[in-house]
């Protein structure tokens, strides 16, 4: 008999690379240990749902980092983010025009405002694998259908295949509507440059970091210390990309 927990624990120690959701693809968390500090809305840590002190900052310095107008942390992945950007960008009972290898929560999004969808369908490429959505095929689609309110594409889908997004989102802007977009993986270039309007980016934290030490020995066995350490990091966590230092007495014992 296998058990839940032992068939994950093996699971992670295996060779598999996931292609699969979370983005995160098992990589460690860059923060400490879970539960202890798994919190809930207190003083001095703000609400997410109505962000007003620390959470609307980092808010504020991710939507700077991306070239975005605004960010809104979401919980549970990305899901309850397409619901809301599919929502907010057509009416109910409208129509929108949507990649048909998407996201089970678009297909959500689309059963609760009741929409009408038109389907874009990549090609399957030689690896047997579903393929890119052209600018073309979107021209093309709006054309046919004047009344579409909003595009939807998934680039780089899980398996790594790439869109051209900035095309698509001249063929949307032309006609006027947004082009919501969802991101599986990061790729180091800022979310936004594409011309994008709603994104939705479920990523993982990677980089490395430069440290600088000095001591200076008042005696034989006592120096003072100093230490700064800079991040760089890329990917979904802006909260930790800053500077760290320190000062110290070292004590020498023989």
């Known amino acids: ?11 992670g120690k295996s060779d598999v690379y996931p292609f699969h959701m979370p983005g995160h693809k098992r990589n460690p968390l860059p923060f400490p240990e ?4 798994d919190i809930t809305e207190i003083d001095g840590f703000d609400n997410l749902h109505h962000a007003e002190g620390i959470l609307k900052e980092a808010q504020q310095r991710a939507a700077d980092l991306y070239g975005s107008a605004h960010c809104y942390y979401l919980v549970n992945g990305s899901t309850c983010g397409i619901l809301a950007s599919i929502c907010a960008a057509v009416k109910k009972r409208g129509r929108i025009l949507v990649a048909r290898n998407s996201h089970k929560a678009v297909y959500h999004a689309l059963f609760l405002s009741e929409l009408t969808a038109e389907y874009l369908y990549p090609a399957v490429t030689e690896c047997g694998i579903q393929g890119q959505i052209t600018p073309r095929q ?3 689609a709006l054309k046919k259908d004047p009344e ?11 398996e790594g295949v790439i869109s051209d997004i900035e095309g698509i989102a001249k063929a949307a802007h032309v006609h006027g509507i947004p082009l919501a977009g969802y991101e599986t993986v990061n ?7 594409d011309g994008a309007r709603l994104n939705n980016r479920d990523g993982f934290v990677y980089g490395c970091a430069a ?4 001591e200076l020995y008042l005696a034989d066995f006592i120096a003072l210390t100093a230490s700064v350490r800079e991040r760089f990091l890329w990917g979904g966590s802006t909260g930790v990309c800053r500077t760290e230092y320190g000062i110290g007495i070292k004590f020498i014992i023989n």
Do not use: K, N
């Open 187 to 193: 790729w180091g270039e800022r979310t936004l440059y």
């Open 1 to 11: 008999m296998r058990y839940l927990d032992q068939a994950l624990e093996a699971y």
């Open 34 to 37: 879970v539960y202890g500090i």
């Open 138 to 140: 979107v021209e093309d």
């Open 148 to 158: 579409t309110s909003a595009v939807v594409i998934t680039s780089p889908t899980y």
């Open 211 to 214: 440290t600088l030490d000095m």
